[in-house]
């Protein structure tokens, strides 16, 4: 009673075929890659050290 069998999954699986459509499926799998790519971009960028920036020194004697 716990376990599903195959037709419970094929009923699923028809069902969802249903409401989401056979190409909008595809899309959001590769919403959710861009999504992950993201991410694991977003992650990598904050390990990188950040380059110190640079500062520009006044000099008082050239500015007269």
Do not use: N, Q, Y
Request: proline residues 5%; aromatic residues 8%; without cysteine.
């Amino acid at each position: 009673m716990g376990s599903f069998s195959i037709w419970h999954w094929l009923i699923v699986l028809a069902i969802v075929l249903l409401m989401f459509g056979r190409g909008k499926i595809p899309e959001l799998m590769g919403d959710v890659a861009k999504g992950i790519k993201s991410f694991k971009k977003g992650m990598a960028d904050d390990d990188a050290p950040a380059e110190p920036s640079k500062t520009v020194e006044h000099k008082a004697d050239e500015v007269k």
